[in-house]
């Protein structure tokens, strides 16, 4: 996708007051890179090196990959998972699939072993503990995949420790409810890709009126009728969200679909944990 259609990378900075994080973990760095698209279109070579070079500046103890990889076929996987390599942590990198990445007939797989081949561990409803048993990292499967099932991997969890989630879709923010969440990291949305300052997403408000559009101009207005199937929390369509007891963040990403971005950069999130004040 052409500069001029998709802006200028912008890398957002948090942090994240977490409880009961030991004081040892405290400023620890994540960086979460999300929804690359990889296809020859979606997502450009000079954006793709900008946002590595941004993610290695940060010098992150973990860096968090958020899904949709690919498109629809996984052969660029390969292409991609190459320049991913070059990625730099201190403690891993670590990935959950998206729900591009099940699309395909046998995707899934491929995009999971080519991105493990190379250092970065899938995650698939599973917890597991990158700094010992005092935080536990969970990722979950795609919502949409049909093996999105959080009640096993959280009932492992010792209650009393932190934990963060990754979780492609934002709307798993809503069946997370029933777990304590400290963070949960998504993409998926793109951000509504065109935003209206001060209004929102441009694709949340054409959902509400939509109905009273004539249905021959309907097919003229870009994911109009894609809208629901985007994600029905349009309201977490990006940044930070208090979700009940929880904390959403969900990253605009990378990739961007036609017919561009608005008021909507990429994104590069930098986030540093502390402990909160009891």
């Not at 450009?44 to 973990?62: G, H, R, T, V």
């Not at 591009?100 to 970065?120: C, F, M, Q, R, T």
């Not at 208090?242 to 969900?250: A, E, I, K």
Request: net charge neutral; glycine share 8%.
């Amino acid at each position: 996708m052409h500069r001029l259609l998709t802006g200028k990378l912008r890398v957002e900075y948090l942090k994240i007051p977490i409880a009961n994080l030991p004081a040892n973990l405290s400023g620890t760095k994540i960086v979460q890179l999300t929804d690359f698209h990889y296809d020859g279109v979606r997502l450009s070579e000079w954006l793709l090196e900008e946002a590595i070079a941004a993610a290695n500046e940060a010098e992150p103890d973990m860096i968090f990959l958020t899904g949709d990889f690919i498109t629809y076929d996984p052969a660029p996987i390969y292409a991609l998972v190459h320049r991913l390599k070059s990625l730099q942590s201190r403690v891993g990198i670590y990935a959950v699939l998206g729900n591009h990445d099940h699309y395909w007939p046998g995707a899934k797989k491929e995009v999971a072993n080519a991105l493990n081949s190379v250092g970065i561990r899938v995650l698939y409803n599973e917890a597991i503990y990158p700094f010992g048993s005092e935080l536990a990292l969970v990722g979950l499967a795609d919502f949409w995949s049909g093996d999105f099932a959080p009640k096993p991997v959280m009932a492992s969890i010792n209650p009393a420790i932190p934990r963060i989630v990754l979780s492609h879709n934002p709307d798993t923010a809503e069946k997370l409810q029933n777990w304590r969440i400290d963070l949960q990291l998504s993409g998926h949305t793109h951000g509504g890709q065109i935003v209206i300052p001060g209004i929102g997403p441009l694709y949340a408000w054409v959902r509400k009126i939509g109905f009273l559009i004539p249905q021959p101009i309907r097919k003229f207005i870009p994911f109009l009728s894609a809208c629901d199937r985007v994600v029905t929390h349009w309201e977490w369509a990006s940044g930070l969200h208090q979700v009940g007891s929880n904390l959403l963040y969900v990253n605009r990403g990378l990739g961007t679909y036609s017919p561009g971005r608005l008021f909507c950069p990429p994104e590069v999130t930098v986030i540093t944990l502390v402990c909160q004040n009891t």
